[in-house]
């Protein structure tokens, strides 16, 4: 992930299904991230995403905003969705609960652990 933000690259739909572990000749093991189906590329000139993408129950509270966040590079939802991600190998549960505008409102508030 670090490589591909080095690249001003975001995945945005960072999940389980979309890493795959690699074993490789030396016995060690790789994770690989896959598909970029709608990743982009962010512009030098504004760093900033305008709108939300992937898969709901990992996007960031700041993909939620509307019209984004003042400091909202798609980096954070990268970032975000890897934490939700290792919450759900350790649990084997997502961190929250609901659909459509629940699941909004969970996310972009202090409710977002707690269930």
């Known amino acids: 992930m670090a490589y591909i933000h080095g690249l001003n690259i975001v995945h945005r739909d960072l999940k389980p299904e979309n890493l ?36 709901p129950p990992f996007n960031s509270p700041e993909a939620w905003l509307e019209g984004g966040a003042e400091d909202y590079s798609g980096f954070t939802t990268d970032v975000w969705a890897l934490g939700v991600t290792l919450y759900c190998f350790l649990y084997q549960k997502l961190p929250f609960n609901g659909i459509d505008d629940e699941l909004t409102t969970a996310i972009c508030t202090e409710e977002v652990l707690t269930t």
């Open 20 to 55: 795959l572990v690699h074993r490789k000749e030396d016995g060690t093991h790789l994770v690989k991230i896959c598909d970029f189906g709608v990743s982009m590329a962010l512009d030098s000139q504004d760093m900033r995403l305008h709108d939300s993408q992937g898969t």
